[in-house]
């Protein structure tokens, strides 16, 4: 076990540890997760984490404190905060719930039910003072816009000196460069397009995709990950099934009926969903593919993102769907 995780945990929030398992969690290369086990036999999540923003947790707070359904609720320091700050990084801690990951195909009708339960009990929640400080989505990608083209400049400049990895994702960026550009140039414009008819705000988790989705041996379902958390027009996580759900949860089978089931009566605007299933395409396919390109990260780790990439190319990914959304709309050539 980690010694100075076990101490920093003492210290904050008054556990002590007996075990800390690295677990292996999600894209973000600045977090760090851990199964830990204290004396008493109760089993928690402790995490570092240096993406999202620390709202994430008072919205998981707030969400558990109000009783909705499959929101763990994060423990609270000694100093009654819900997280510290260790070298820049934030040190959070909630219970054990599952090691069992919707992504990796366990989904049942029941399951997708549950799922969409959640989300409509967090979308429905009243914005108190604090809910109302999270970031808002103001539909202007400038930071997934910015990173897609300096992308573009350094993955089309490889050439053949460069090593294994770096030159295939850079044959596959050039393989998808024209649909690329075609997809900023849309998504750009649908951004100005709904910028000009604002939505109805909701609490959000930001990335609801099925790996974010944890199951229980009682048909639970727990949605975790809270960093990412937003007011944003509820398409913003609609999108993860009604817009891509497939293209998240390869080994899963959409059954967008029990969601829909369990979420409520809904009506979501295909323009809003294209142009939220666009800008998560091109941030993915930027991300990803840089991660192939940087010479500093470990081969296993290079060879996993190229093969995201190459799922993401292929002709049920992202790519292809954000293509047809938009076709469906008529957005698409032209």
Known sequence: MDERLAARVAEDFGLALVSAVPVEFGADPTA????????????????????????????????ARRGVPGVPAPLVTREGRLSTV???????????????????????????RRYGAVLAAAHAVPLTDELAGLPREDHTHAAIAAAVRET??????????????????????????????RLLDRVDRLGAELRARPAELVVCHGDPHLGNVLLGPAGE????????????PRERDLMFVLGGGPAWAFDSRLDEAAFRAGYGPMRPDPVRLAYHLGA???????????????????EAD??????????????????????GALRDLGRWDG
Do not use: N, Q
Request: hydrophobic share 45%; aromatic share 8%.
């Open 32 to 63: 760090e997760l851990w199964r830990a086990g204290t004396v008493d036999g109760h089993g928690y999540a402790v995490k570092l984490s240096g993406g999202g923003t620390p709202a994430g947790l008072v919205v998981a707070a707030e969400l």
């Open 86 to 112: 260790h070298e820049g990084r934030r040190l959070t801690v909630v219970p054990w719930l599952s090691g069992e990951r919707a992504a990796d195909g366990g989904m049942r009708p029941a399951h997708w």
């Open 152 to 181: 573009d400049g350094r993955l089309r400049g490889v050439d053949g000196s460069a090593d294994r990895w770096t030159r295939e994702v850079a044959a596959h960026w050039r393989a998808a460069a024209a649909d690329t550009a």
């Open 221 to 232: 379902v727990w949605l975790i990950d809270w960093d990412d958390a937003v007011l944003a």
């Open 280 to 298: 998560r395409t091109l941030d993915d396919l930027w991300s990803w593919s840089a991660e192939v390109a940087d010479a500093g990260r470990s």
């Open 302 to 323: 290079r060879v996993r993102a190229l093969r995201i990439v190459e799922g993401l190319l292929s002709p049920s990914g992202l790519v292809s769907l954000a293509r």
